[in-house]
Nanobody, 122 residues
C-alpha cells in the first residue's frame, strides 16, 4: 500500500509559479498512476493532472499549458509545476495514487495525501 505526502504549497502572486511535491512511500512509482486534484470549500474536488507508470499524462483544460506533472523515480516523488498562476487556482491540492491507467476521476484513486494549500493573491 502506497502512502503519499504533499508539500510545497503557499501564497503566490498572480502570474507567479509554484512547485508541489508528492513524496511516495511503500510502493515504487513504477507500479502506480499518480494524480493531482484540487478542491475549494463547498465545491467538488477536480482532477488537475495525472501521470501513469507509462509516463502518459492527463491535464484538465483549465491548466493545460500552465501546469506540468513529472516524476523523479530515484526520489519516489511526483511534482506539479504550476506557472502563470491565477486567483482561480487557489485551492487545497491533493496527491493521490492508484494502480491503473491515467484518470481524472477521483473515485478511482484509493490512496490520498492530506493536501497542501495554494493561495494565489496579490
Amino acid at each position: 500500500q502506497v502512502h503519499v505526502v504533499e508539500s510545497g504549497g503557499g501564497l503566490v502572486q498572480p502570474g507567479g509559479s509554484l512547485r508541489l511535491s508528492c513524496q511516495a512511500s511503500g510502493g515504487s512509482l513504477n507500479y502506480y498512476t499518480f494524480g493531482w486534484f484540487r478542491q475549494v470549500a463547498g465545491k467538488e474536488r477536480e482532477g488537475v493532472a495525472s501521470i501513469g507508470n507509462d509516463r502518459h499524462t492527463y491535464y484538465a483544460e483549465s491548466v493545460e499549458g500552465r501546469f506540468t506533472i513529472s516524476t523523479d523515480n530515484a526520489k519516489n516523488t511526483v511534482f506539479l509545476r504550476m506557472s502563470s498562476l491565477k486567483p482561480e487556482d487557489t485551492a487545497g491540492y491533493y496527491c493521490a495514487a492508484r494502480q491503473g491507467a491515467v484518470s481524472e476521476n477521483q473515485y478511482l484513486y484509493p490512496y490520498w495525501g492530506r493536501g497542501t494549500q495554494v493561495t494565489v493573491s496579490s
